[in-house]
């Protein structure tokens, strides 16, 4: 009742005195999902309905004339915004019935984002994305006795593709030889293989030869400003790719893929636990920080900096092949316990049916 009360409040003030407005409506599609961002100018309180080919979205007030926009890609044909007496209806009008949806609002700036899709929701969680840091021209962060980053990361995910292969998790590397592979084309290959998980491998540098241990980042904001620290230095890499590709890159940042997020967290989680009884460094935690090469994925993903290549300590245990497989195991240890979690909550599935946020 409280709710209801709140709501008709909000609808009273929207409309009469800040009428909710939509600055403008953008979508981005792939063959496997449509996503429909409204940018509006203060946070969306929505309703949403489920038909068998439509989808009916209601917001408080509104303001302006009906605007249609037509995508007719596989997934969608139309959409149109319409003033009603007291709310807006978005309605969706998709190609095919069977449709999964999400919605969710972002803020800062506020947006409505409408993810559509038909690809139905995993209840196993088979493919797996091994990203090996850096490569080619990008040797990554050079460490301790001139060891490259590039060149430890590969040998790691190689180890672990065996290690992942062998628990029957089809596996498959955004590089497994010494290329140079843009950040953007990771997240594409990622995304056209059909990945359930992403797991990108890195090593830590820091201008302090004593700094040492291994954490684990999910995409989010960071909190401190050792992780965006962190995230500077991986992300640079984009200063030697080419326009066309840093271009691609800023239109992506301004979709926020933060869907995945609990996921992430849990998978980062699980990583940290398993590495912490397979490492004798110290477990640094697992953060959030804002990664490029996370920026997009279809999937749960996380990025792990395995240990410091600066720390001559760690350069040393980088060397040695038997130290590269512990970590193997520990990252391959924390995959299987997520799919454990994953398959014991079927998928970790959400109610699609109709649902609203007040
Ligand atoms: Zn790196």
Redesign the pocket.
């Given at each position: 009742m409280k709710n209801y009360f709140i709501f008709i409040f909000f609808l009273f003030f929207s409309s009469s005195l800040y009428p909710l407005q939509v600055a403008g409506v953008r979508y981005s599609s792939r063959p496997e999902k449509t996503r429909i961002v409204l940018d509006l100018d203060s946070y969306p309180f929505y309703r949403v309905e489920k038909n068998a080919s439509s989808l009916q979205i209601y917001l408080p007030g509104y303001e302006g004339k009906p605007r249609t926009l037509f995508i007719n890609n596989q997934l969608v044909k139309k959409l149109t915004l319409k003033p009603e007496e007291i709310s807006t209806s978005l309605t969706i009008e998709l190609a095919k019935a069977n449709y999964t949806y999400r919605v969710f609002p972002l803020t800062n700036p506020y947006r409505l984002v409408i993810d559509l899709s038909y690809r139905q929701s995993r209840k196993s969680l088979q493919r797996i994305v091994i990203d090996p840091?850096?490569g080619g021209k990008d040797p990554?962060?050079i460490g301790w006795g001139g060891l490259k980053?590039?060149n430890v990361?590969l040998k790691i995910a190689l180890y672990l593709r065996d290690y992942l292969k062998r628990d029957g998790f089809t596996v498959f590397l955004t590089r497994d030889k010494d290329v140079f592979v843009p950040l953007r084309k990771r997240v594409q290959f990622s995304n056209s293989h059909q990945a359930d998980l992403f797991v990108?491998?890195?090593?830590?540098?820091s201008l302090s030869r004593y700094a040492t241990g291994f954490e684990t980042y999910y995409l989010d904001e960071a909190l401190d400003p050792l992780s965006r620290a962190v995230a500077r230095?991986?992300n640079s890499?984009v200063n030697l790719e080419d326009k066309v590709e840093k271009r691609k890159l800023t239109i992506l940042e301004d979709l926020d893929f933060l869907e995945y997020r609990k996921e992430s967290i849990m998978l980062a989680r699980l990583i940290q636990a398993k590495l912490d009884r397979y490492l004798p460094t110290p477990n640094r935690g697992h953060k959030s920080a804002l990664f490029y090469v996370l920026k997009g994925i279809d999937s749960p993903g996380v990025?792990v900096?395995t240990g410091f290549i600066s720390s001559p300590y760690e350069a040393r245990l980088f060397r040695k092949n038997s130290y590269l497989k512990q970590i193997a195991r520990g990252i391959e240890g924390g995959i299987v316990n997520f799919r454990k979690e994953f398959e014991a909550s079927e998928g970790f599935t959400r109610k699609f049916s109709s649902h609203r946020n007040f």
């Open positions: 840091g850096h990554g962060a980053e590039k990361t990108s491998i890195h090593c830590n540098a230095v991986e890499v990025l900096e």
